[in-house]
């Protein structure tokens, strides 16, 4: 193509052609969108972009200027990104991101308590999933709803070894299905117990609009809602049903209009240890509310652990005639040592303790991996476990130093590229616990940063500038693959649902109607569909969720000023970091480098995990 033009014409046409390379190359800022607590270190991730970063709030003025960091490849979304400290911001408030005079992005939040309302939309959801009751609008609000699944009355399917009929109500839905399930409700479960057990003082008060239980705080409340459906699933001999379910998956319709019959289905040893495991933390749990509660699921928990210790070897997979959720798991030995784990520390019964074993590697929990709720549970119960708490803690610094490391690179999250599985996000927000462990039990700032990375990277700090959380965020998840979302008639999706997540598997790619066109990037972290077709990237399930509660919530309580009682002093910020963020810039490796640490009011040298005062005396 040839121009013509004057001087006056070649002067307007190259200021428009600068104009047009200059928002070309734009740079693409990747933050946070829900927001930064005002006394934590603060980051964000910054693609193609030149030249220092300019911060400016409401009324435009800068009030602060960064350099970002060098370059690092992330290659789970093959991008080479650069991190951008801005700590030193701390006045609350709604700021601008610049660079070379461009705004990159106005939604950059400042905030006291980024978290709190999300962590109650977290566990709200919950609420939202309850099997055999109506919503009422004055919880539930827009998403009302009425009851579904309330006849109590569920047939055994012969895969149970019964015959006959058993009164099953209550629980959760599991995901975007109506099925429940004890495997998946086990850890589910446990982590939401954990939360509580873990900042009782701070749970007691903390509400969000659910019918009430007697006396019991809101998290409770909740959780035995689900507890008292599990405890239906128990057989007479002690064993476990492996789930409730109908024999098929329902289509896109409202809870009440399922009604296809009820079977429970299964029977087996995964099951039976999950439901002990559970059952004995709810007995630590509840006991100060309700004893004979808390004593009918303790006695429910020695039963089932009993019939797994007998029946070691009973793995669950779908019957032929069967097609909800299988969650089949063929390893059980790691569910016998969390059962055992718990039992010994609800009861003191030495016959129940196992041992630890220091090699294993799986310990970074998920549905069918528990092996890391009875490290969390050693290393949180170190007057009853003894020996076993250091071994516990020296396992969880072992992974957690890796992780810590790897939240210095890239994107600055945890995560690499073999963790973008089914569920990536509750991969994510498990490493985030796990984190959180090891800061409990040490101290270390440098996990607890790297777990609040983790919500980060969550709530839209990621290659695909997006909050996966619905409801909150910049952008987030408008089509779930979520039944009551997608029946309901309400144009947003139920708030609080943490979707899974990228994943290169294309599980539900096809042709059919109700599958999705292909969405694979050839990248895993950007593999994803907001599209309800996307059961394999947009489904939302409680043990996705879960993860993610425990995170933000326990992040709230930490920043008002709670611990759990087993955590080393210090953990505690009270509204202040315990790491003053101007040392964190600049660091080196991990591993290798000193650093200047204060705690307590004491300043100290750390290098190689030891600590050193300042004339180079190592501190015990």
């Known amino acids: 193509m040839k121009f013509s033009f004057g001087l006056k014409q070649y002067i307007s046409a190259a200021a428009v052609a600068l104009t047009l390379a200059s928002t070309a190359f734009a740079a693409t800022a990747y933050i946070n969108q829900v927001g930064y607590r005002t006394t934590d270190p603060k980051e964000f991730t910054l693609f193609e972009g030149s030249g220092d970063i300019e911060i400016k709030d409401a009324a435009g003025q800068v009030v602060l200027k960064v350099t970002p960091k060098a370059a690092s490849r992330w290659n789970p979304s093959g991008q080479d990104v650069q991190l951008v400290d801005f700590s030193d911001l ?75 009929t058993i009164e099953s109500s209550k629980g959760w839905y599991d ?63 002690g064993g476990v049903y492996h789930k409730l379910s109908t024999l098929q998956f329902p289509g896109d319709v409202m ?44 006695e429910a928990a020695k039963k089932a652990y009993a019939w797994g210790v007998q029946n070691p070897k009973v793995a669950f997979d ?51 991996e528990v092996y890391g709720l009875a490290v969390y549970g050693a290393a949180s119960h170190p007057t009853e476990v003894a020996a076993d708490a250091a071994t516990a803690k020296t396992m969880l610094t072992d992974y957690a130093n890796e992780f810590a490391y790897a939240a210095t690179k890239g994107f600055g999250v945890v995560m690499s590229q073999e963790d973008f599985v089914w569920g990536s996000n509750a991969v994510a927000g498990n490493q985030g616990i796990f984190l959180l462990y090891a800061y409990y039990v040490t101290g270390e700032q440098k996990y607890y940063e790297a777990a609040k990375k983790v919500v980060d990277y969550l709530l839209g700090k990621n290659p695909l500038d ?92 930490l920043n008002a000023g709670y611990a759990p009682s087993f955590a080393v002093e210090g953990v505690a910020k009270g509204g202040t970091s315990a790491l003053k ?5 600049n660091r080196g490796k991990v591993e290798t480098a000193p650093r200047l640490r204060m705690a307590d009011q004491k300043v100290f040298i750390e290098k190689n995990g030891k600590r050193f005062d300042l004339k180079g005396h190592h501190l015990k």
């Open 90 to 164: 701390t006045a609350p408030g709604t700021y601008s991101i610049t660079q070379g005079g461009q705004v990159l992005r106005s939604d950059l939040v400042i905030a006291e308590k980024p978290f709190e309302n999300i962590a109650k939309a977290a566990l709200k959801w919950y609420y939202y999933q309850r099997a055999s009751m109506a919503l009422e609008e004055t919880y539930a609000g827009q998403w009302k709803r009425d009851a579904g699944h309330t006849n109590p009355t569920a047939k055994l399917h012969s895969s149970t070894g019964a015959s006959g």
């Open 175 to 237: 995901a975007g299905d109506y099925g429940r399930y004890i495997v998946n409700s086990g850890i589910t479960t446990y982590t939401l117990l954990s939360l509580y057990e873990h900042f009782p003082d701070y749970f007691k008060t903390f509400k969000w609009n659910i019918p009430a239980e007697g006396t019991l705080p809101d998290l409770l409340a909740e959780i035995k809602y689900n507890l008292d459906w599990m405890l239906t699933m128990q057989a007479a001999d």
């Open 255 to 298: 809870p009440a209009k399922d009604t296809e019959p009820l079977y429970v289905i299964g029977k087996g040893t995964a099951a039976a240890f999950n439901f002990a495991a559970v059952m004995a933390a709810a007995y630590r749990v509840y006991k100060p509310f309700d004893a004979a509660y808390a004593t009918t699921c303790l």
């Open 318 to 368: 779908n019957p032929a005639d069967v097609a909800t959720g299988s969650y089949g798991d063929g390893k059980l030995t790691d569910e016998k040592v969390f059962a055992g784990m718990e039992m010994f520390i609800s009861t003191g019964d030495v016959s129940y303790k196992p041992t630890l074993d220091p090699n294993e590697s799986s310990i970074v929990p998920a549905w069918p």
């Open 466 to 557: 997006m909050s996966f959380v619905t409801g909150f965020g910049t952008k987030s998840p408008k089509l779930p693959h979520h039944r009551p979302s997608t029946a309901d008639k309400v144009t947003d999706p139920v708030p609080g649902m943490v979707v899974g997540g990228p994943q290169p598997g294309g599980e539900d790619i096809g042709t059919k109607s109700w599958e999705c066109k292909d969405y694979k990037t050839g990248q895993a972290a950007t593999s994803y569909i907001d599209n309800r077709c996307s059961y394999a990237t947009n489904e939302v399930a409680i043990n996705w969720n879960a993860p993610f509660a425990y995170l933000v919530g326990a992040m709230e309580a």
């Open 581 to 585: 963020p101007s040392i964190l810039r």
